[in-house]
T-cell receptor, first 113, second 115 residues
Framework: GNSVTQMEGPVTLSEEAFLTINCTYT??????LFWYVQYPGEGLQLLLK?????DKGSNKGFEATYRKETTSFHLEKGSVQVSDSAVYFC????????????FGQGTILTVHP | EAGVTQFPSHSVIEKGQTVTLRCDPI?????LYWYRRVMGKEIKFLLH????????ESGMPNNRFLAERTGGTYSTLKVQPAELEDSGVYFC?????????????FGPGTRLTVL
């Protein structure tokens, strides 16, 4: 079956530091890949997505590239801000899954001033 | 436009009791999903409604869980009787009609604690 593995956190950074959160997946066929973010007290929000190999998703300074050869979708940001403090979830949607998402375990990010 | 809402935000019950969680999707969204996150682990799919019909309930853990979506609007998820391992955060999501691949919009979740 489908699965997603994220680097374990928590991750603590200083403002303006570089961020990488690793995500690898196992899936049959050609899944779509997503990063969701959950800010304190809120629901999950779609941060970015990629639907085919070599696609790069980007939003709010975050980027992730769909790497089929390494089955990875690592999240990166060049300069984090305090407001980026949240829980980040990597997820995939398989080709025949009727839209259901398979998530990783989440990574807590805390950014200090 | 109102987002996905869930009620209650928190629920604390004792083992053996019954709890009903409610989800109101975004108006016009035919697809409604339930997910659960247990003890800081991954978020797991429970089931998917298309309007009032269950499209996929492969993630429902056992027959103590009953989901309904009468009239194709709001949905309820009942746990009866609740067990300790049911504690976690229950998320609801909805997406536009038609393709199930449309973006899912999530609610803030209901935190359930079973003592």
């Amino acid at each position: 079956g489908n699965s997603v593995t994220q680097m374990e956190g928590p991750v603590t950074l200083s403002e303006e530091a570089f961020l990488t959160i690793n995500c690898t997946y196992t899936a049959t066929g050609y899944p779509s890949l997503f990063w969701y973010v959950q800010y304190p007290g809120e629901g999950l929000q779609l941060l970015l997505k990629a639907t085919k190999a070599d696609d790069k998703g980007s939003n709010k300074g975050f980027e992730a590239t769909y790497r089929k050869e390494t089955t990875s979708f690592h999240l990166e940001k060049g300069s984090v801000q305090v407001s980026d403090s949240a829980v980040y979830f990597c997820a995939l949607r398989g080709g025949t899954s009727y839209g259901k998402l398979t998530f990783g375990q989440g990574t807590i990010l805390t950014v200090h001033p | 436009e109102a987002g996905v809402t869930q009620f209650p935000s928190h629920s604390v019950i004792e083992k053996g009791q019954t709890v009903t969680l409610r989800c109101d999707p975004i108006s016009g969204h035919d697809n409604l999903y339930w997910y659960r996150r247990v003890m800081g682990k991954e978020i797991k799919f429970l089931l998917h409604f298309v309007k009032e019909s269950k499209q996929d309930e492969s993630g429902m853990p056992n027959n103590r869980f009953l989901a309904e979506r009468t009239g194709g609007t709001y949905s309820t998820l009942k746990v009866q009787p609740a067990e300790l391992e049911d504690s976690g955060v229950y998320f609801c999501a909805s997406s536009q009609p038609g393709r199930s691949y449309n973006e899912q919009f999530f609610g803030p979740g209901t935190r359930l604690t079973v003592l």
